[in-house]
């Protein structure tokens, strides 16, 4: 994969991030901007543990970095999903469980593209 492959292919996987916490109407603020999506979520009322999630682009290694209060994670394109290069789960995992855990939401994200 090209480096501008790889560019279009996180700015996308970032957008349809943004874009399922617009549709889901839960209250949590988020903005992407040149490879980074940061979704806050201290003014949850409450329901979540707080803080920030942040999913960015890591050019040179061609993954996805995910940053929670639970741990970081990498993700690399494996087959038709994004993967942790230690675990093997799937990104919708982590990014759906930091978002349960430090939003208090409970968001079904759907098939990133890869």
């Not at 617009?22 to 490879?35: E, I, R, T």
């Amino acid at each position: 994969m090209t480096e501008s492959e790889f560019i279009a292919l996180t700015d996308e996987v970032l957008n349809l991030v943004g874009q399922t916490l617009d549709d889901s109407n839960a209250d949590l603020d988020w903005q992407a901007n040149d490879g980074i999506l940061e979704i806050d979520c201290e003014d949850n009322g409450g329901t979540g543990s707080g803080g920030k999630i942040i999913l960015n682009r890591h050019l040179p290694n061609r993954e996805l970095w995910l940053a929670t209060r639970g741990g970081g994670y990498h993700y690399k394109v494996a087959g038709k999903r994004w993967e942790d290069t230690r675990s093997g789960r799937p990104l919708q995992f982590e990014l759906e469980l930091a978002l349960n855990v430090q939003g208090g939401v409970t968001i079904s994200l759907p098939p990133l593209p890869v």
